[in-house]
């Protein structure tokens, strides 16, 4: 295959094509690479000239690529991810001096259940290293891993990119949160006439436990619907209300003793969660170390090599 094309490619201007692929905008572009937009504006004019197409045609405040920009991006995003690859196999990573940043996804049930023993953990081995979280769900984890916005994400999962791995962390256990302390469990009959706290993502006011409810031909009322699972505690506290949510998020906030974790009422289907990477960080010493962790200490069984 001849490669003389190759001596007149600039990696770095590959990297800011495909960062302008993915955000479509000069300043968005610039703050993901933490450049100057001049530098970027620059750089695409050399991309212009390299290439011999415009690239991008401005429609309002988004930079829409054109056929040959697309073109392009499509045989050059597998080539510099197995570059990526190539280049990571040539350096070691030891937690203890390392001074990356990770980013990475968690849905926020994980991140109020799981995300402080591991960082209390993380934070013995490597010191000096830095995690940027973003709050996830099923539906944005495709977008992320893509954008590079995060290299790792865990949550729910549904409709993974071909190029995803993905991985089972633990089987989820729906349990019932309440403030006020009982000696038995709530029955059937007292879960659906108690008023309910739904977390909900997307703003809605009714959720899995009410398909589960409606299999059986019964149903619940839902008086308050917020967006995040951390808001729980302030609002059950003093109430008869009461919320379900995930058995490891409930026993982080029953860990207070002020709130009272108990067993669903009824048999539900089995939720999971998992761990999903895209394939070209997959041989990446550094994401070997992260994601190895990730699965000690969020995953129910235990650990075994990534």
């Known amino acids: 295959m001849n490669r003389n094309e190759l001596r007149k490619a600039d990696i770095n201007l590959m990297v800011v094509f495909e960062t302008l692929m993915l955000e ?26 390299m290439l011999n197409d415009p690239l991008f045609i401005r429609v309002g405040h988004r930079m829409e690529p054109t056929a040959r920009a697309e073109d392009i991006y499509r045989h050059l995003k597998p080539a510099l991810d197995s570059l990526s690859v190539a280049l990571s196999l040539t350096r070691d990573f030891d937690p203890a001096v390392s001074t990356m940043t990770f ?17 209390r953990a993380l934070r013995q081995e490597a010191p000096n290293v830095a995690f940027v979280v973003q709050h996830v769900d099923y539906w944005r ?41 009982s000696a038995t469990p709530l029955t059937l009959d007292e879960y659906c ?11 809605n ?32 506290a003093g109430t008869d209300l009461i919320a379900s949510l995930p058995d490891y998020t409930a026993e982080a906030m029953a860990a207070s003793g002020l709130l009272f974790k108990e067993p669903f009422p009824f048999k539900t289907p089995t939720l999971d969660l998992s761990m999903v ?30």
Do not use: C
């Open 277 to 306: 990477w895209l394939s070209h960080v997959d041989s990446d010493p550094a994401e070997r170390w992260l994601r190895s962790r990730l699965e000690q200490f969020m995953s129910e069984r235990p650990h075994s090599p990534l």
């Open 205 to 236: 006011v009714s959720g899995y436990a009410d398909e589960w409810l409606a299999d059986l031909g019964r149903t619940r009322q839902v008086v308050l619907s917020v967006p995040q699972y951390s808001a729980l505690p302030a609002l059950l």
């Open 141 to 181: 984890i495709p977008d992320l891993l893509a954008a590079g916005d995060i290299t790792v994400g865990i949550s729910q999962t549904r409709g993974l990119p071909a190029n995803a791995k993905r991985k089972l962390l633990r089987h989820i256990q729906p349990s019932i949160l309440r403030a006020d302390k």
């Open 24 to 49: 479509r905008n000069v300043t968005r572009a610039a703050e993901k690479l933490f450049l100057g937009q001049p530098t970027i504006s620059s750089a695409l004019n050399r991309l212009r000239t």
């Open 193 to 203: 006439a108690r008023p309910h706290v739904l977390v909900s993502h997307t703003a």
């Open 103 to 119: 980013r990475i996804g968690l849905s926020d049930d994980v991140e109020f259940g799981l995300l402080p023993p591991l960082l």
